[in-house]
C-alpha cells in the first residue's frame, strides 16, 4: 500500500507545528501547548520511521543489482545482505501502518488504577495485593511514578480495594490491556489438604481525567466526613480525615481514607470520581461508533475474562490472544513487557483491518 500521501500530510503538520511553536506566547496555554508538542514529537518518529524504510528499501535494490554483478565476492557480500534488508523492511513497513492509524486521544495519558478482590475471599484479597505490587514494579522499569491513592485493606494483609495513579509518558496506552477480570489458580497458604483454589481479581485501568474533561457539579455531589479505620496511630483514630464522595445522578461512590488530612483526602475522591465518569463517557463512545468493541483487544472490558495464573504449573495465559507463558515468577516480578507487546501487536493488527490497511 502505497503511503506516500499520508506521509506528505505528515510532513506539511510537522510544518505548521514548527511555526506554532516559534511563536513567543506559545506556552501561554501549558496544556494545549503540551499536546502540540507530544504531536509534534509523534509526527518526528513517523517521519524517521519512513525515511529508514526508504533508506532500506534503497540498499535492497542496490544489493540485488550488485548481486548479479560480475564482481564475485561483491555478488556474495550483496546476497548476504538481502535476507537481513528484507526483514528490515517488512518490521519497518509494519511500524509505519502502526503510525499512521488514526491516534487514541487517550494514548498519552496518565491512568488511575482500580484492583478489587473478586471470587474466592481473602485470597483474591491477596492477590490484589500481588498484582499491585506488580503494577508498581512495572512502572518502575518504565520510569513512571505511582501514587496510592486509596484502599480498603483486608484482615489478612490484602487489598479488598486499592487505587493505583500511575505517571509517566504512553502510560494508559501500555497499561490498558489489564482491563478486566484476572483469575488466579493455586494452593492457599491456609489451605491444609492442597487443593487447588480458584480466586478472581477485577482491575480496571482508566485514562486519568482532568477538570476541563468533567465538570463536578456541587449540586451533583454529596461529600461527608468521617473517621478513618484500620491501621494509622492517633492521627487516624481521633481525627475525621476519612472523605466519602456520593456522585447523585450515577450513584458513584468513591471514599478516600489514606491521605494524611481531610482536604488531600477529598482531592483524592475527586480525582478517582472525575476519572470514573470519564471512563464512562468515553465509553459510551467507543460503543456508538463500534459495535463489536466489547469483543476487541485493548476495550478494556472489566467483566471480561481476560488472563489465568496458575501456581502450580507456573503458567500464564492470556485469553484474549490466546498467549501463554511460563514465565510466572517474572510477570509477578513485574515483568509483563511479553504480554504487552503481544496484545499490541493483536489489537494493532485488528485495528489496520477496521482501517481498511489489511
Known sequence: MDYSTLISQRRRRLGEIDDMMADPSFFNEPKKAGEVVREHRKIKQTLDLWERLETARRQLEENDELSRGDDVDMAEMAREEIPGLQAEIEKLAEDIQYALLPADPNEDRDAIVEIRAGAGGDEASLFAAELLRLYQRYSETHGWKTEHLSSSPSEVGGFKEVFLRVTGDEVFRTLKYESGVHRVQRVPATETQGRIHTSTVTVAVMPEAEEVDVELKADDLRIEVCRAGGAGGQHVNRTESAVQVFHLPTGLYVRCEDGRSQGQNKERALQILRTRLYEMKVREEQEKHSAHRRAQIGSGDRSEKIRTYNFPQSRVTDHRIGHTSHNLAGIMAG????????????????????????
Open 335 to 358: 515483568d509483563l513487557s511479553e504480554f504487552t507487546a503481544e496484545l499490541q501487536k493483536a489489537e494493532m493488527a485488528e485495528r489496520m483491518s477496521e482501517a481498511g490497511m489489511r
